[in-house]
């Protein structure tokens, strides 16, 4: 049987008798119709699979996109402070903590008095989190390759375009 038989077939009638009533035992079968339409839709669909796949490839490393997100921007502003690095990461300054937090505990990350302000903390990768940063750095370009492998250099650039794009106008 074909694949489109089987996902009509997976479409059978309901027990309530009723024949305008399809019970939908294939998710291959299911329709989204409008909502193929939002932006939000497609853009949580991709999160929820990016995210699933993130854990089968980062699973080891006891890393989350955000920890890395983290990870990526001190080492390249080493210095910065808890609140411009949350302005930046566009996060909420209370889950920031957080995330510093659990960096720090791991021996990732140092906060440090910041030269220009006493008040305010500085952030400094480790040893440890510089080493752990490139591994996740060097995974992280054979996942996207792998997340982008059916799209040409074109369609590659076009997406992080739109993206940045999005990012951009919209930030608040």
Request: net charge positive.
């Amino acid at each position: 049987m074909s694949n489109s038989n089987s996902v009509r077939t997976a479409a059978r009638r309901s027990d309530a008798g009723d024949s305008s009533q399809l019970s939908i035992t294939d998710a291959r079968a299911v329709r989204f119709d409008y909502l193929e339409t939002i932006l939000g839709f497609q853009l949580g669909r991709a999160h929820f699979i990016y995210g699933r796949m993130f854990d089968k490839h980062f699973g080891g490393q006891r890393l989350t996109p955000a920890q890395i997100g983290v990870l990526a921007t001190i080492n390249t502003n080493p210095g910065l402070t808890q609140i411009a690095l949350s302005g930046a990461l566009q996060t909420d300054p209370s889950r920031m903590v957080a995330l510093i937090d659990s960096l720090q505990e791991r021996r990732l990350v140092v906060r440090m008095t910041s030269t220009t302000d006493r008040r305010a903390r500085a952030l400094f990768l480790t040893p440890t989190g510089r080493a752990l940063l490139r591994r996740a750095q060097r995974t992280i370009q054979k996942f996207d390759a792998y997340l982008m492998a059916g799209l040409d250099d074109i369609e590659r650039r076009t997406l992080f375009d739109l993206l940045v794009f999005q990012h951009v106008n919209n930030a608040t």
